[in-house]
């Protein structure tokens, strides 16, 4: 079955790394994505990564997948207060067009 | 880059009416979108997905005649929540796959029911 679980919050201050961690059972996983939510606002597609890669740097983002243990985290360097939101990491199974499954979402809150 | 645009952004109807929201994608073709709700302080529950020219697929849970799909072109697909009632106040959002990878979200209804 599909399960995704993330801790539920984080408080990092200015200027360090934050870490978000997300855990999945379905091994099936095609793709796997972290959004980033503001209040009030729709999801934004932070990146995503491909079941058979292990690591995906894109600016301040990294991402990293260790499979054998089902466990996905985002890495965000030099962290701002404008990254301060709520973070879903999501996973999609078989072809594209098939639904996502989402985390509970981390909020993640950056102190000056 | 692809923009799926939502709209309203907020909607406040009485109780036994109906509301419709509309998610278009403005760039891209979409045959297939989602439709997500989402409880104040929780994650995304997927409700259904919708395909363009048949029946919408609904979750396990989901009341068809309640929350009505119509996906009636390539760039348009509709959610009636008909007889709205307050405990179906929630942020709605739909989203689509503009490629083969990512998926693109509208930026969300929030529908409040008094």
């Known amino acids: 079955g599909e399960d995704v679980e993330q801790s539920l919050f984080l408080s990092v201050r200015e200027g360090d790394s934050s870490v978000i961690n997300c855990t999945y059972t379905?091994?099936?996983?095609?793709?796997l994505y972290w959004y980033k939510q503001e209040p009030g606002a729709g999801l934004q597609l932070l990146t995503y990564?491909?079941?058979?890669?292990d690591m995906k740097q894109d600016q301040r983002l990294t991402v990293l997948l260790n499979k054998k243990d089902k466990h996905l985290s985002l890495r965000i360097a030099d962290t701002q207060t404008g990254d301060s939101a709520i973070y879903f990491c999501?996973?999609?199974?078989?072809?594209?067009?098939?639904?996502?499954?989402f985390g509970g979402g981390t909020r993640v809150l950056v102190k000056p | 880059g692809a923009v799926v645009s939502q709209h309203p952004s907020r909607v406040i109807c009485k109780s036994g009416t109906s509301v419709k929201i509309e998610c278009r994608s403005l760039?891209?073709?979409?045959?297939?979108m989602f439709w997500y709700r989402q409880f104040p302080k929780k994650s995304l529950m997927l409700m259904a997905t919708?395909?363009?020219?048949?029946?919408?697929?609904?979750e396990q849970g989901v009341e068809k005649d309640k929350f009505l799909i119509n996906h009636a072109s390539l760039t348009l697909s509709t959610l009636t929540v008909t007889s709205a009632h307050p405990e179906d106040s929630s942020f709605y959002i739909c989203?689509?796959?503009?490629?083969?990878?990512?998926?693109?979200f509208g930026s969300g209804t929030r529908l409040t029911v008094v």
């Open positions: 379905d091994s099936s996983s095609t793709y």
């Open positions: 989203s689509a796959q503009p490629d083969g990878y990512g998926y693109t």
């Open positions: 999501a996973e999609s199974i078989g072809a594209a067009g098939n639904k996502l499954t």
């Open positions: 760039d891209f073709q979409a045959t297939t």
């Open positions: 919708s395909n363009e020219g048949s029946k919408a697929t609904y």
């Open positions: 990564i491909f079941s058979n890669m």
